[in-house]
């Protein structure tokens, strides 16, 4: 049964509201001001409190106030005697549900039922929806902390197996053995970036690209610069969050990419720049380029390497519907510039 405090200075109103609403099924205590009522209403208990507008002293709107100061504070419905909209308009202004026009008769005690219990029903459904919201926002949070933590060993292992390779690498005296292996370390080690990137931010779905290849052109400069030969890589890309399975991609060909630069662009005993570009071209593409100022591609067009490198940026490409194009650098016609073309789709970037 719902508790009603009903807070009016008229005597014999207040005893009127109490046998109608109690008929109506409602259990109904009674102030006679509002100072009285604000203290009730302390005490706590109380579903609903309807509160008069013409009392002496302490009127309906300054008690509405003070009642909704309290914390907790049940939902109120104002009742005035007067049909003027101001009053009404300023009362549900400062925090009343909803507000009741006083009149002598049934009329007055069923439309203040009425109210009651539709102001009671939506109370109910504001309290559902914050327990609804809070249980959700308590599973996205247990789900977050659960997949940073899948992401955390996933990273773990992944080294693992890069330092179960380089052990395996330093056991080879076959020179072009120990090169595939070591360029399969560097694969997985650029999937690793991504990995510490996801379990290390509060975003497990979106990579910040500028920051992903900035700290793979870093780790790859250190990798193939020698004391004869020092590898410059130089980053400039877009501000663009893209999702994982995508940045991995990027990732992947980016590795591909600078790394046949630093092998074969300007031989092994001079140093040089590569240039790493990500350009967005709106919500629908991605533009990713590698240039290099080096001797420049073969005269047949062929890439140099085993090939490898090759078929799995082909297949990536595949994979994404994307297009690669290799050629000259267009602002000078020499060295090389691979470039690939990224389509993008919705929920791609963040």
């Known amino acids: ?7 009016d200075d008229d005597d014999g109103i207040r005893r009127l509201v109490s046998r109608a609403l109690a008929r109506k099924g409602f259990e109904v205590s009674l102030a006679a001001s509002g100072a009285e009522g604000v203290a009730m209403t302390q005490e706590g208990g109380y579903d609903l409190i309807a ?24 939902p109120i419905v104002y009742v005035t005697g007067s049909e003027e909209s101001r009053i009404a308009v300023a009362a549900l202004k400062s925090g009343a549900d909803d507000y009741v026009v006083k009149s002598v008769g049934e009329d007055f005690f069923d439309l203040l039922a009425n109210s009651f219990e539709q102001v009671l ?11 609804a919201e809070e249980e959700l926002r308590a599973s996205n ?14 990273a773990n292992n992944l080294q693992m197996v890069m330092s179960f390779i380089a052990l395996q690498a330093k056991t080879l005296g076959d020179s072009a053995a120990r090169e ?10 650029t999937i690793a970036q991504v990995n510490r990137r996801l379990y290390t931010t509060d975003d497990v779905e979106y990579v910040a690209m500028d920051d992903y290849l900035a700290g793979l052109a870093a780790d790859l400069a250190a990798s193939w610069s020698n004391g004869d030969a020092h590898r410059m890589i130089e980053v400039s890309a877009d501000p663009v969050r ?13 590795n591909e990419w600078v790394s046949n630069a630093c092998k074969y662009a300007y031989g092994e005993e001079h140093g040089g720049v590569i240039r790493v570009a990500l350009r967005s071209g709106g919500k629908d593409l991605l533009e990713l380029a590698v240039e290099d100022d080096g001797v420049g591609l073969p005269a047949n067009g062929a890439i140099k390497g085993t090939g490898l490198g090759t078929r799995l940026i082909d297949a990536l490409g595949r994979t994404h519907r994307a297009e690669v194009h290799y050629g000259p650098v267009p602002a000078t016609g020499a060295g090389t510039r691979a470039m690939i073309s990224l389509p993008l789709r919705a929920g791609d970037l963040a």
């Open 1 to 7: 049964m719902p508790h009603i405090l009903y807070i």
């Open 180 to 189: 595939t292996l070591e360029k399969t370390q560097a694969r997985i080690a």
């Open 51 to 74: 509160v008069d507008h013409y009392m002496p002293g302490q009127d309906g709107l300054s008690t509405l106030e003070a009642l909704r100061a309290l914390p907790d504070c049940p």
């Open 242 to 254: 893209l999702c994982t399975d995508k940045a991995v991609a990027l990732g992947m060909i980016t």
């Open 121 to 131: 029903d939506r109370a109910e459904l504001r309290r559902e929806r914050q327990r």
């Open 141 to 154: 949070l247990r789900l977050e902390a659960l997949l940073k933590e899948v992401n955390h060993r996933v």
